[in-house]
């Protein structure tokens, strides 16, 4: 068996609301990296549909915006990641969006907790907070007529196939094998997630190419000539952020996607098939790798 059994594939159909005559008065959501690109224009933009957001970030920059709040966090710590499950209101939230990304620098980083930096950001932080807000997200909605949701952002469906032996990239590194980890780490963790937590929805957002932030360590840093021709370049050649979340919230709260738990969905919003590497034994296996390196962060800083 190649899939995962049951995974809802690029047949999937659903239609579309438009964006003006969505109402999300009373919804509660949570968006993970919500201080800029994407996150940030996601936000925005639920929130003026009104959706009381939450932000979970470093700086806060919708201070005035109305139905916006900041929950402040530093998400290449482990620590702050738990510390952020842990004081969510998650019985009450409708959806969790988990937006937070980088990209490694030449270099290897590593953060303080010993956790190579791209991995610890967009990825290993995401779950972190799963595991403490998976048991009790939801639980006290009033009147649901749906589960609670989880979109993980990432680069589902590209087949990108992570070192399970390597995770942490401690043994050799290059940046963009490094990232790979990172990529299929979060597709991985939809597919987990949509077996693993039955009481909530999985989902997986693969929005290609968009101007951000994220490429910032790659191109020499935001003030350099280069991050600025590159962005510049992109942000000529593809769509917006805020065209991104005119498209894809739609989606967030359909219907008609409400049975297809462990989807992926490409920057159009037309659902696309996992990568074939991803067979139960690989995403079992991916887990457990993870689950391991969180469990060294918690217990070397429980003797610290």
Request: no cysteine.
């Amino acid at each position: 068996m190649s899939r995962f059994s049951g995974v809802p594939n690029k047949n999937l159909i659903w239609k579309p609301v438009s964006p003006e005559r969505l109402d999300l008065s009373g919804k509660r959501v949570v968006v993970v990296g919500g201080t800029g690109g994407i996150g940030r224009a996601l936000s925005r933009f639920m929130a003026a549909r009104g959706a009381q957001v939450t932000i979970v970030g470093r700086t806060f920059r919708e201070a005035d915006t109305p139905r916006i709040s900041f929950m402040k966090a530093d998400l290449e710590l482990m620590s702050e990641a738990l510390r952020i499950g842990q004081n969510l209101p998650a019985e009450e939230l409708d959806q969790v969006v988990f937006t937070t990304g980088i990209m490694p620098g030449p270099e290897r980083a590593e953060t303080s907790e010993g956790i190579e930096r791209d991995l610890a950001v967009s990825y290993l932080s995401r779950l972190m907070i799963l595991r403490e807000i998976g048991p009790r997200l939801g639980k006290k909605r009033t009147n649901p007529i749906s589960k609670p949701r989880v979109f993980v952002m990432g680069m589902p469906g590209t087949n990108a196939k992570g070192n399970i032996e390597d995770l942490n990239s401690e043994k050799t590194f290059s940046p963009m094998p490094a990232h790979m980890n990172t990529v299929a780490g979060n597709e991985a963790l939809v597919l987990y997630g949509a077996r693993q937590y039955r009481d909530i929805n999985f989902y997986g957002l693969n929005p290609g190419l968009i101007k951000s932030n994220i490429r910032s360590n790659m191109s020499g840093g935001q003030d350099s000539i280069r991050y600025r021709i590159t962005e510049g370049m992109i942000g000529i050649l593809t769509i917006s952020a805020d065209t991104y979340a005119r498209r894809i919230v739609p989606l967030l709260f359909s219907t008609d996607i409400e049975s297809a738990s462990g989807a992926f969905f490409n920057q159009k919003a037309i659902a696309i098939l996992p990568s074939e590497s991803m067979t139960p034994s690989y995403v079992n296996e991916y887990m457990e790798a993870s689950d391991k390196l969180l469990m060294r962060v918690l217990q070397n800083a429980s003797t610290t």
